[in-house]
Each structure stands twice: as C-alpha cells, then as structure tokens.
C-alpha cells in the first residue's frame, strides 16, 4: 500500500514539476510500469535525440530501486546493448547508492547528468569506455551517428501546427511532444504527426 500511494504522488510531480527534458507516465494504466523520455542535452552528442526508457518497479520501492532500461539504443560507455545502465543510484547498497530517500525523478535526472557527463572508469561498454578515453572524437562520431539513427524524431508524415492540439491524441504522444517541447520551449510551433 504504501508503494502504490508514494508512486501515485510521484508520478502527480513528475506530471506537474518534470525535470526539464523528462517526461514520465503509466503504461496501460500499471502504476507498477512506467515509461520515460529524456531529451538529450545541448553541447552532448546525443543533442535533438528523444531517448525512451522502461521503467519497472519492484514490490519492494522504495527499499529497493527501480529497474531501469533504455529502449531506445544510445552508444555510451554506462549503457549497455541491452539498455541496462550503470549507476550507483539504480543499486543496493554496499555497492549501490539507492537510498529510499531518493525518487523517480531524481534516478532521471541523474541519467540525464549521466548522458552529458560519462562515468568511464565504472563502464559497462569497454570498448566504447576505451574509445572514449583515448580517441574522444570517434566515440562522439559514432554516439552522434547512433542519435541520429535512433533518437531523432523523424518528420515523414508531419506537419507544422499550431500550439494547440486535439484532446484525443494518444497519451504517448502527448508525453513525446512535452519531452519534445522542453527542449525547444522558444519555439511557437510543434511537430504533430498525422
């Protein structure tokens, strides 16, 4: 009881105070499986890409962390092929660093910082950690070319409209268009797929 009554109020502040760039929300009505959307940050190589993970919560939030996975495919040294991520806030103590004090939106805006700043001396990815030390420009090359292959929205089939859109657009959609929107807040037109 107590899980779902504090996810309920996490996800209304998600809702009403996202982080900026992040967006949160239910799946199918689960409170228990969530989905999210951070936008990749200016000055990063994953800048104009939109990146969707899953989120699961265990019977045990808040004693135990969320599960946490991107779905959309990022090349990074702390993300691995499968979307899993490498970071202290996502485990149990003594290796980890989750703490019941810490919340969704914290975990989010900690991966977000993750994106910008990598961790390469705790990587998932060696490969991609070694090219990240020794020859950063091929690794923000290829994290750069992966952004565009798989994080960017495509515009085939869109139009420009107006700020104002339709009540019935499908709840997903909605949340990409916020994500969307955080980051271009100075524009007065968005992008709304038919």
């Known amino acids: 009881m107590q899980r779902i009554s504090r996810l309920k109020r996490e996800l209304q502040l998600l809702s009403a105070e996202p982080p900026p760039g992040v967006s949160c929300w239910q799946t199918e009505g689960r409170v228990d499986e969530l989905q999210a959307q ?3 940050g200016a000055n990063t190589p994953y800048e104009g890409g939109v990146f969707t993970l899953e989120i699961n919560i265990p019977e045990r939030y808040p004693f135990e962390p969320p599960k946490m996975r991107f779905l959309t495919p990022i090349y990074h ?5 499968a979307g899993r991520i490498c970071l202290d806030a996502l485990k149990l103590p003594p290796k980890g660093a989750w703490r019941p004090a810490l919340n969704i939106s914290t975990l989010l805006s ?21 090219e990240f030390k020794y020859n950063k420009p091929l690794y923000l090359e290829k994290a750069k070319k992966w952004t565009a292959e798989h994080a960017v929205q495509k515009n085939k089939g869109c139009v420009e409209a107006e700020e104002k859109t339709p009540e019935n657009k499908n ?5 990409k268009r916020e994500a969307l ?3 271009e807040n100075l524009e007065h037109t968005k992008k709304v797929c038919m």
């Open 171 to 175: 709840k997903k959609t909605a949340h």
């Open 38 to 40: 951070i936008v990749g």
């Open 110 to 130: 900690s991966i977000q910082l993750l994106m910008a700043e990598p961790n390469p001396d705790d990587p998932l990815m060696a490969d991609i950690s070694s």
């Open 181 to 183: 929107s955080a980051q």
């Open 77 to 81: 040294p702390n993300i691995d092929n």
